[in-house]
């Protein structure tokens, strides 16, 4: 199903600390889930993806893990940057190739 | 890499007129391509699907008389806000998939409707 957060949870991180997003998705048949970062007034830009035959898969400076038994995704920043201020979202494929987005979390970092 | 382009990137309307959003795959053809709607602080929400030749598939609540949608070719997807509602002001996303698994967003359409 689709998700509408009326407020963004924030997270605030300190430069140089490590950050975890959350996101709980709603479909246990869902095989395709992606992280996207969404800066202001811009399109969502991506980070990393994962299948569902995977529980972990890591890129540059970045980690994502997924619990299929309880749906949830996580989002592993290492050493967090001014420059990874945003918002993210997780996003699940929909049967129709469209994504369904979670609630988005805002990540706010203090330099 | 994938591009997707949309045009305008904002757009000041009046109340009553209507405004039409341009999104183009620029260095793909994309028999399939979605609009989505994003409120302040809020996530995206899928409006439609737009597939090439033929009618777009509407989300429940989106009324789709009023938000047009023509894929006229496989690199241009249009959505045209009839009689826009300050209610209607929001940022218009739309996004390109270009195979199994490849989706890629346009930078967003901001709508301010007065």
């Known amino acids: 199903g689709e998700s509408v957060g009326l407020h963004l949870p924030t997270l605030s991180v300190q430069e140089g600390d490590n950050s975890i997003i959350n996101c709980a998705y709603s479909n246990s048949a869902s095989d395709y889930f992606i992280w996207y970062k969404q800066e202001s007034g811009k399109g969502p830009q991506f980070i990393i993806d994962i299948r569902s035959n995977m529980d972990k898969r890591q890129g540059q400076r970045v980690t994502v893990l997924l619990n299929k038994t309880v749906k949830h995704l996580s989002l592993q920043i290492a050493a967090t940057q001014p420059g990874d201020s945003a918002v993210y979202f997780c996003?699940?494929?929909?049967?129709?190739?469209?994504?369904?987005f979670g609630k988005g979390t805002k990540l706010s970092v203090k330099p | 890499g994938a591009v997707v382009s949309q045009h305008p990137s904002w757009v000041i309307c009046k109340s009553g007129t209507s405004v039409k959003i341009e999104c183009r795959s620029l260095d793909f053809q994309a028999t399939t391509m979605f609009w989505y709607r994003q409120f302040p602080k809020q996530s995206l929400m899928l409006m439609a699907t737009?597939?090439?030749?033929?009618?777009?598939?509407?989300e429940q609540g989106v009324e789709k008389d009023k938000f047009l949608i023509n894929h006229a070719s496989l690199t241009l997807s249009t959505l045209t806000v009839t009689s826009a509602h300050p209610e209607d002001s929001s940022f218009y996303i739309c996004?390109?998939?270009?195979?199994?698994?490849?989706?890629?967003f346009g930078p967003g359409t901001r709508l301010t409707v007065t």
């Open positions: 996004s390109a998939n270009r195979g199994s698994y490849e989706q890629y």
């Open positions: 996003a699940e494929w929909g049967s129709q190739g469209n994504l369904i």
């Open positions: 737009s597939n090439e030749g033929s009618k777009a598939t509407y």
